[in-house]
Each structure stands twice: as C-alpha cells, then as structure tokens.
C-alpha cells in the first residue's frame, strides 16, 4: 500500500523558512516523480515543484529562488525548503507521485496523494 506523508507545516511571519517533508512507503521511491502542489481556500491546486527519477527538478513561477526541492533515498523522503516566505505562500501543502517519466504541472498527472500540511504565513 502506498502512503506519502507530509509534514512541517506551521504558522510562520513573512520572511521566515519552513522545510517540508514528505515521507513515502509501499513503492520503490526513487522510480516516481514526486512533486509538491499547493492549494489556498478558495483556489485551485496548484503545482510548487517536482523532482524526477533523474533528480532534475523543476519549480512554478512563484517558487523559483526561494523553494528547494531535494530527497533522502535513505530515508525516502522528498523535502520541500522555503525560503522567504509570504503571504501568499499560505496553503495547504501535499506532496504527490506520478509513475509518468517527467515532472509534470497537472494535479491530474499524479496517482498518489498526500493528506496535507497547513502553512500559513502572517503578514
């Protein structure tokens, strides 16, 4: 059975840092793509980053030079780093897998879900 686990979330001020995790059990971890979306009440998901199977990663607009994708394959996990944080960045986080060959922007691309981690950030 395949679990991704998300945690690390919190309630921070503008400017601070939040790292993310994403724990995944039941599948072999480093043949998926994992990526990172985001959702804020009211709006759609929304794609934050994504790791391949290659460990090339790709990031959303909005998180180019302060969100850092990276993995632990001993650990199986897939961080999240966010620096700088706004306000805008408050969501909720989950991390996803896809068994497709490269990081992908759709939600719909990826077969495995997290239940999510709260971050919001105080302005």
């Known amino acids: 059975q395949v679990q991704l686990a998300e945690s690390g979330g919190g309630l921070v001020q503008a400017g601070d840092s939040l790292r993310l995790s994403c724990a995944v059990s039941?599948?072999?971890?480093?043949?998926?793509?994992t990526g990172w979306f985001r959702q804020a009440p009211g709006k759609e998901r929304e794609f934050v980053a994504g790791?391949?199977?290659?460990?090339?990663?790709l990031y959303a607009e909005h998180g180019k030079g302060r969100f850092t994708i990276s993995r632990d394959y001993a650990k199986n996990t897939v961080y999240l780093q966010m620096n700088s944080l706004k306000f805008e960045d408050t969501a909720v986080y989950y991390c996803?897998?896809?068994?497709?060959?490269?990081?992908?922007?759709?939600?719909?691309?990826?077969?495995?879900w997290g239940q999510g981690t709260q971050v919001t950030v105080s302005s």
């Open positions: 996803a897998q896809s068994a497709l060959r490269s990081v992908l922007f759709s939600p719909g691309s990826y077969d495995y």
């Open positions: 039941g599948r072999t971890f480093s043949t998926y793509v």
């Open positions: 790791i391949s199977r290659s460990d090339s990663t």
